[in-house]
């Protein structure tokens, strides 16, 4: 699991790492795999690729996001043919040789995050510091793996994303007709799926299927706004006619065919909380600043919680709530969610949750006299918090599972001495991930996995996920912000970090694993991605899994459907491979965007943007863009 580059001369962060005021974590470069795990040949070096984009090398890149020396589209070196079916040998790189219990626990030290009462930051639990700083993305140039210095760190600060040399309209040229197809709605962005079993069990798939011509044109592009100074947009919501994306101080809703504005709400302050589940009718929820940012006040407080009807754009209500401890004051929230018809808000200052219809306050947390309270919500299928109490100096984090309607606890679990922060990974079944003892060592806020049975408290399994190993994300003072992972099947599906490939070519690759949620074994299920691309879980299709192939330097990214029951994979949809495109399409960090894919469309947003340098490589700068298959 690479680490993301912190900004320079910005506030305090929350996202992935630790925040600047914490004790040290231990951000030093994971050791890498075996030189040689496949005992294959030293690799030759190939001819260099071709120029374009901001900072093109002379030659591939060798490893994961964020490697300065890359070629603009994520190069690898020439691409190999995915496997067609499960392979027949046994599990071999990214597996654990100890899983399940019994993972080292250190004592409790370090942390990613301030204790509440310190000077505001951004994060799950700092509830007077925007968000913005915590996206502040690597440059990709493709899966190099290498990490940023210094000087390369204000660079990207600066730029953001890979320019685009465009001439002419080469652009929209390259772009096509929709072919006039008709298109599910994805009801969720969430990370869970159902059904149970595994490979041989019959597992029922799912609804995407492959078209008849999976080759994808580009459909349309979103500028990135101008702003001046780093600011959050994270937030992307797909119905079954717009996609629907935040902006500055409003959010606009686009035909997710033409790229069409359909229509656009403006909101009092900066959008500052999203949630990534939606009701079936395509309501969800979001928390935003109670003004817009002035030079006196750079980082208004996120006080008002509201749901957002995106069929409509209509802004079905809005308000701020005072905390269950008293006072006048609002509470300012860092999260929020949405389970069912319950919208729920969390932060250091309390918590409370609504009727998502009417607005009407639910519920709020009970004031405890040990301190404890609500640090953030998981929502989706079910409904789970993350409650901290205890000390800075000894923190107790303890599951809940909770009654949606009434915020009644329905079990209870204590996580084990040593973590500070966790993550719900899903509701449903209950799996939480954290870094125990600060052991990760990368930034990623996992060293290991918790399956909970959600009706007793009990715990199934803990499953330790070397951050040498698996390349799956969590923000480290945030709740549910987990990514590059899915759930379904009682499995925990994850992305192996990369490695050297196994044919001798220049250029590294990876799997997807898995993991039973019961006894906490790996599975036989990989998934080759095949050499020079690297691929990473999007969400769960009924009990299929659908992912997302980074391409190499000459290669487009594809979207693929991995069969649940036997891990074949299905090819969905292949980006071009047309040097401009493919290098808008890399110019986004997958550990700083959103991806959205359903009915043959794919959607790739990003989470922060930021002030634009006088350079011509920053007039190209994207929000958004979006492939069709053809």
């Known amino acids: 699991m690479t680490q993301p580059p912190q900004p320079p001369n910005e506030p305090p962060q929350g996202g992935f790492g630790a925040p600047q005021d914490s004790p040290p974590e231990g951000f030093g470069a994971p050791t890498p795999p075996p030189a040689d795990p496949f005992g294959k040949q030293p690799a030759p070096q190939p001819p260099s690729p071709p120029a374009g984009g901001f900072g093109a090398p002379q030659a591939p890149p060798a490893g994961g996001f964020g490697a300065p020396q890359a070629p603009p589209a994520g190069g690898f070196g020439a691409p190999q043919t995915p496997p067609a079916g499960p392979p027949q040998q046994q599990p071999g790189y990214g597996y654990p040789q100890q899983p399940g219990y019994g993972y080292p626990q250190t004592p409790p030290g370090g942390g990613y995050g301030m204790p509440p009462g310190q000077p505001p930051q951004q994060g799950y639990g700092y509830p007077t510091a925007p968000m913005q700083p915590q996206y502040l993305p690597p440059q990709q140039g493709g899966n190099g793996g290498k990490k940023f210095g210094t000087q390369t760190q204000i660079v990207v600060a600066a730029v953001v994303a890979v320019a685009l040399i465009v001439g002419g309209g080469v652009w929209f040229a390259s772009s096509g007709g929709d072919g006039g197809k008709k298109e599910e709605a994805s009801n969720s962005t969430g990370t869970t799926g159902e059904g149970k079993g595994g490979s041989g069990s019959g597992l029922g798939g799912g609804k995407e299927k492959a078209p008849a011509n999976t080759r994808a044109t580009v459909a349309f592009q979103l500028p990135e706004p101008k702003v001046t100074d780093v600011t959050a947009v994270n937030g992307s919501w797909l119905t079954d006619k717009a996609f629907v994306k935040t902006g500055v101080n409003e959010i606009v809703a686009y035909d997710k065919v033409k790229g069409t504005k359909l229509w656009s709400i403006a909101l009092d302050g900066q959008l ?359």
């Open 272 to 630: 500052c909380a999203a949630s990534r589940h939606m009701s079936k009718d395509f309501k969800t929820a979001i928390a935003f600043e109670a003004g817009k940012a002035t030079k006196a006040n750079k980082y208004p407080p996120c006080t008002q919680v509201g749901a957002l009807d995106l069929t409509t754009g209509k802004l079905i209500w809005s308000k701020s709530v005072t905390a269950a401890s008293g006072g006048d004051d609002a509470i300012r929230f860092d999260e929020i969610t949405l389970s069912g018809t319950t919208v729920a808000a969390g932060g250091t200052e309390g918590g409370a949750a609504f009727d998502l219809a009417t607005g009407a306050e639910r519920w709020k947390p009970k004031v405890s006299p040990d301190g404890c309270y609500d640090k953030g919500y998981g929502g989706g299928e079910a409904l789970a918090v993350v409650r901290k109490c205890g000390t800075y100096d000894d923190p107790q984090l303890v599951i809940q599972a909770l009654n949606p309607t009434t915020g009644a606890p329905l079990s209870s679990y204590k996580m084990p001495p040593g973590v500070e922060y966790a993550s719900i990974v899903s509701t449903k079944p209950l799996v939480v991930a954290a870094d125990v003892g600060d052991t990760a060592g990368d930034g990623s806020g996992i060293s290991d996995f918790f399956s909970i049975d959600a009706s007793t408290g009990k715990l199934l399994t803990k499953i330790a996920a070397d951050g040498e190993k698996y390349a799956a994300r969590c923000g480290s003072t945030e709740v549910e912000t987990c990514q590059q992972l899915a759930v379904g099947n009682n499995r925990i599906y994850l992305p192996t970090e990369e490695h050297e490939g196994s044919t001798g070519e220049y250029g590294d690759t990876n799997e997807i694993v898995s993991f039973d949620l019961t006894t906490g074994k790996p599975t036989s299920d990989k998934a080759d991605a095949g050499d020079r691309y690297t691929m990473f879980p999007i969400r769960m299709d009924g009990s299929n899994i659908i992912a997302y192939k980074e391409p190499p330097y000459d290669k487009g990214g594809q979207i693929v459907s991995i069969d649940g029951s036997t891990f074949k994979q299905t090819v969905l949809l292949e980006n071009p491979a047309d040097e401009a495109v493919r290098n808008a399409e890399t110019s986004f960090s997958a550990d700083y965007a959103e991806f959205l894919y359903s009915g043959g469309r794919l959607f790739i947003s990003e989470t922060m943007v930021s002030k634009r340098g006088d350079s011509s490589l920053d007039a190209d700068r994207h929000l958004a863009v979006s492939f069709g298959a053809g």
